[in-house]
């Protein structure tokens, strides 16, 4: 028999996840002991190589370039595709659930009741600018701080073009990890369907058949802004400036998207995005440098869900937000979407300071929690097919001339 492909196992391995969560909803001990472990297990390993990955796979694309200023064209206007859609997201954000507030239910929120206490965080633009450059080398390789990793990839590929020949050592052990720690990613990969259904399964469990609930609202909104945000502006980037079919390009993202969706982990999925963006024709460099860059700033999904969840939380406390404070919401959500680590629940630590910017009562986020892994996966989803869109948009612009 033809062996399956990689978006057929996923997509069973979820169906058997959401069957077993429904027949196993008693048995919550069981699963908790005898699935979750796999699940942990297998998040870990990609956890684990993420990091020897983004290094070696952004220093050896600085090698192949071996044009210093090739690499800074490149980053450049990466990071200004990121940082437009981005924009496009929290303005989304805001003004789907400001249009449609009076027309869906929300949660009545007392706060006069006692709620779990929210730690929050103060994160300032230049607090964002002197996290990026790491005190030393072991530490952000350690704590998966990936902004520091690209820092150190950048200083050591840039230096080892710019010594020349003296650096030849370097490169070739540079480049031979490279394959190495590719190779390890392979181990990995073939057990992408059974870590799926590990860590689906106690999720389905959790929440039930219900899982909805009383946040159904919040649920649709942030959803609806998924979809309209990936088929107006994902779309629109990759047919006007990829020059691919938006059907092409959502076909061949289909593996790393449900991955991602599973997962609920942008880090975690970044070895999938980048075999689909290479099936796509971009090629490895360009794909290594754009996907590890746009997997730790680009967090579209991210900006989405803190403008929805600010307009929605406002709602249900009686608050009419006023343009200041929906500008306040607009800066703050876009700091903290490129300061969000791309993990389970990375948004969380950040929500209370885009509360606290706009006058939401902090206590809001302990309300959002308890959905957050649900939304989160859509979330992902959405930062992961940003992160790919780059790359085939820097692939038609930049690639010919690298």
């Given at each position: 028999m033809k062996r399956l492909s990689l978006t057929a196992q996923i997509g069973i391995a979820l169906l058997l996840a959401v069957a077993a969560g429904i027949l196993l909803r008693h048995q919550a001990d069981f699963v908790d002991t005898y699935i979750k472990p796999f699940g942990i297990i297998f998040l870990n390993l990609l956890k684990f190589i993420v990091a020897p990955l983004v290094l070696f796979s952004i220093m050896a694309g600085i090698l192949s370039m071996n044009d210093i200023s090739k690499v800074g064209k490149l980053g450049l206007r990466a990071l200004l595709y990121f940082m437009t859609t981005t924009l496009?997201?929290?303005t989304?954000?805001?003004i789907v659930p400001s249009l449609l507030k009076g027309m869906l239910p929300v949660i009545n929120i007392d706060l006069d009741t006692e709620t779990p206490p929210v730690e929050t965080s103060n994160v300032s633009v230049m607090d964002q600018l002197v996290n990026i450059f790491p005190e030393n080398i072991i530490e952000p390789l350690s704590s998966m701080a990936m902004m520091q990793v690209i820092v150190i990839a950048l200083l050591f590929g840039i230096a080892m073009v710019h010594v020349g020949e003296k650096g030849e050592m370097a490169r070739k052990v540079t480049l031979s990890f490279n394959d190495v720690v590719c190779k390890i990613l392979e181990y990995i990969m073939a057990l992408a369907p059974i870590g799926v259904f590990c860590m689906l399964t106690p999720v389905v469990v959790d929440n039930g058949p219900a899982v909805l609930?009383?946040?159904?609202?919040?649920?649709?909104?942030?959803?609806?802004?998924?979809v309209v945000h990936a088929g107006v502006v994902y779309s629109s980037a990759v047919a006007l400036l990829g020059r691919m079919s938006p059907l092409k390009f959502f076909k061949g993202m289909q593996p790393a998207m449900l991955f991602a969706f599973s997962s609920d982990s942008s880090v975690a999925t970044l070895p999938y995005t980048m075999q689909c963006t290479e099936k796509m024709g971009v090629s490895k460099d360009i794909g290594s440098f754009v996907l590890s860059l746009g997997a730790t700033i680009n967090m579209d999904g991210v900006a989405i869900y803190l403008g929805v969840a600010s307009v929605f939380m406002a709602t249900c406390c009686g608050i009419d937000l006023t343009m200041s404070q929906y500008i306040?919401?607009?800066f703050a959500s876009?700091?903290?979407?490129?300061?969000?680590?791309?993990?389970p629940g990375g948004s969380l630590a950040l929500m209370a300071m885009v509360f606290a910017s706009a006058g939401i009562p902090v206590e809001c986020v302990a309300v959002a929690a308890g959905i957050d892994r649900l939304i989160d996966m859509g979330r992902t989803v959405m930062s992961v097919t940003?992160?790919?869109s780059c790359a085939v948009v820097m692939q038609r612009m930049v690639g010919k001339k690298l």
């Open positions: 496009f997201a929290v989304l954000g805001l609930g009383s946040y159904a609202a919040l649920l649709a909104l942030a959803y609806l802004c998924f306040a919401i607009a876009t700091v903290a979407s490129i300061g969000t680590p791309g993990i940003g992160d790919a």
